[in-house]
Structure formats: structure tokens, C-alpha cells
């Protein structure tokens, strides 16, 4: 790590923990997101665009909240050309459709790519700018302004970005992901409501649920923590590891299904304080180059990251799993940690995600660790510093 990155690192850990972000007001329950749409109405909002992905729209998922909002009197308008790790041109193909309709809030419906759409066409409108233009830490960029309101109904149980100040935005020619971060993208108001979330098939349900996993547990082990974050790491990671094989196999139990979408709301409120790390900086680069899904790419990553760090953060492993019940009475903090890292492999196997990346080629590899070291490296306060050597290593163990 150079003097800069170690720097941006020290000031991240000083400065961030010490920023009281925004969190937005959350309706949690079977039929949130109706009370939601009432309780925008009341705030004097006219003009909603609402904004989703092609496939929920066209399964049915919005068709009560937007009878919701028009009963409560409000004019609204869908954009629905969000796809999974939106680029730049639907970014700025939103801000389009949000100026012509004249917009006066924004609700965001759908997983992650549909929240982070509507973070950066909101960020794009609010500055008159281009998403390229945005990227980055808010702490080292110029002055932002405020966003229009904004609110959010998660349909995943994983990004947690509907309390996050980040949105993931894909430069599509470039083949890279990119964060835009500033806590003026945290919605006003949220609905967690799990009876949109019991149609997710197990295929979607097992990695945006590792997703949470991951920014918990990367979020538990970070320098970054604090008392706050840790508390809600550890009650995330338990609830997931405890949830998450029912939600798999039972997508329509309906408490299970709350139940992960209160712990990825957890999950997201710690890393947007603490940070992610390794697996994270990793799972960008395999999709941007390879389209893996974010949850899928960090759920394959995060043992070997887990595996790697654990020498540096066996007592916070043990942790995690001791909340979650895992291992036996009289374990030391390294069994522990070592059955906290078999329970995520077990996890994975039951879950059929597999080990190694089917598309990840070697000749690629100096590109990855170019861009996710320079990623970690003065963002995230990751416990064990990773050299190129260590990464290259890692990736071999990635190769299908
Ligand atoms: N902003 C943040 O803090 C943050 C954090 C982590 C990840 N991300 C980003 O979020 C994106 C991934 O989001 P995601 O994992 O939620 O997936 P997604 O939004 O890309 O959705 C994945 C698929 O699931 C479908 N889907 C969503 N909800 C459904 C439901 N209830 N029923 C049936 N199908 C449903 C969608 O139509 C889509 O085809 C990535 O771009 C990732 O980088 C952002
Ligand atoms: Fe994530």
C-alpha cells in the first residue's frame, strides 16, 4: 500500500464512524410497502416516477403499490428499463424520463440494480452531470446537491442499498463497476415488506442472501467498526445463517422472508459505517468483466478472503460464530474461526453456488488485482493486507 492509500485509510477510519448518516424510516411487515405509498402521499408529493426493472414490471410485483399510490391521489409515472448492474446509458436514459415527466420524488422498487439506478439518476438530475462524473467517495469529491425525495422498497433480501449512502454504477464499455458514495442518497422512507419478496426463486435467494452475508461479516472483521456496527453485524450474520437455508428451500414462508429482509437492512446500515474489503473489491471486478452476479461472486469469494484474513481476525470469526451457534462448547477463538469458514462452504454447497468462476481466466488476472487492490487499498479497512503475490494465489484457487 502506498503513503496515499494509507493515508485515505487512517482517514476513513477516523472520519467516517464520527458521521452520523441519515437512516431512513422503515415500514417493516407483510403489506409494508402500501402503508409506504400512503405515507408519501402525506408528504406533499404530487409527480412520482417509480422506478424498477423490466421483469417485475412485467410479473405484476409493482401493480398494487402503484394502485396504492394513485388511490392516495398521486400522479405516477414508470421507468422500468433498469437490468442488473445498470450502465451509464440507463442512468442517463432515467434522468431523461425523470425531467420530461417532471418528477417532484422517486421510488425506487426492485433489488439492488433498481435502487442504485434510481440513487444515480437522482444524483445525475439533482447535479446535472454524467454518473462518470459522480464516482467515488463523497469525502474526496466536490460538493453534491440534494437529491429530490426519495424512497425505497428492497424486493431482495441483499444489497442492503436501501440504507447504504453507496450505488454501484457499470461503466458497460469498460467492463468496470463503479461506487458512487454520498449520504444524500439514503432514501427518506423504506418499506421492508416480505410479501414482495416470497416469489424470489432459490437461484436469486441463495446469493443476495450470501450478499448480506458478506457485508455483515466483511463490516464485523473491518478497522473500521464500531460498537454500533458490530452489534449490528453480529445480529445479521445470526439471523442469516439461521434464515437464509429456510428462505432457500421455502421461499414462501413469509416470517423467514422478513426475517432476511430486517437482517440485510442490518447488514447494509454496518458496512455503509464500516466498510466492506477484500471479497467485495474482488466481486466487483468479476462483474464487471464476467457478469457474475454481485451476491453469487462474493459468495464464491468470501472463503478464500475469510481463509486468508483469519490470522488477523480469528477472535472476531469466533465472533460471529458464536452468535450464529456455530461450533462446539470449549473451541479456541481459530476453531471457531476455521468453523465459521466451513459453515459458509457448507452453506454455499446446500445452496448449489459453486466454488471456482466458470469464465475467470488467467491472462485477466493482472487487470483484477490492478483494480480490486486499488479498490481496497485507502478505502476499506480490510484486517490483513493483501499483496499481488496473495491475490494471484487466490485467483489460481478461483480458476474453474
Ligand atoms: N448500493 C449498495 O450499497 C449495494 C450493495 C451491494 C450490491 N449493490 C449492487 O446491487 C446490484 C445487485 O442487486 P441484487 O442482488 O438485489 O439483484 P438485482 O437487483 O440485479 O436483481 C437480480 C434479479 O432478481 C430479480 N428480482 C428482484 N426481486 C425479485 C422478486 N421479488 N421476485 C422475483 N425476481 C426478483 C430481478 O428482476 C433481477 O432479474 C449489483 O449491481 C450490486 O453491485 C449495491
Ligand atoms: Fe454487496
Known sequence: MNLISTLRTRINGR???????????SFVGAGSSLSLCREIAGTGVKRLLLITDGPLFKMGLVD???????????????????????????????VEKLKAFKADAVLAVGGGSSIDCAKAILMCHANNTHPSKLTGIW???????????????????????????????????????????????????????????????????APTGMDALTHAVEAYISTMATAETDELARMATASIVRNLPTAYSNGSDVQVRESMAVA????????????????????????????????????????????FSKVKCASRLADLARVSGIGQEGDNDTQLADAFIAHIRQMNAAMDIPQTFKDLKREDFEKIIDRALSEAHGTYGVPRYMSRADSAEMLNKLLA
Open 264 to 307: 440485510s437492512s442490518m447488514a447494509g446500515l454496518a458496512f455503509t459505517r464500516a466498510g466492506v474489503g477484500y471479497v467485495h473489491a474482488f466481486a466487483h471486478q468479476m462483474g464487471g468483466l464476467y457478469h457474475v452476479p454481485h451476491g453469487l461472486a462474493n459468495a464464491i469469494i468470501l472463503p478464500l478472503v475469510l481463509e
Open 15 to 25: 472520519v467516517l464512524p464520527m458521521l452520523n448518516f441519515p437512516k431512513p424510516f
Open 139 to 205: 469525502l474526496y469529491a466536490a460538493p453534491r446537491k440534494r437529491i429530490l425525495p426519495f424512497f425505497a422498497v428492497p424486493t431482495t433480501a441483499g444489497t442492503g442499498s436501501e440504507v447504504t449512502i453507496a450505488a454501484v454504477v457499470s461503466d458497460k464499455a469498460a467492463q468496470i463497476k463503479y461506487a458512487m458514495v454520498d449520504p444524500k442518497m439514503v432514501p427518506s422512507m423504506i418499506a421492508l415488506d416480505p410479501s414482495l419478496m416470497t416469489g424470489l426463486p432459490p437461484f436469486i435467494t
Open 64 to 94: 398494487p403499490i402503484i394502485a396504492a399510490l394513485k388511490d392516495s391521489g398521486l400522479t405516477v409515472e414508470v421507468y422500468s428499463d433498469v437490468v442488473p448492474d445498470p450502465g451509464f446509458e440507463i442512468v442517463m436514459a432515467g
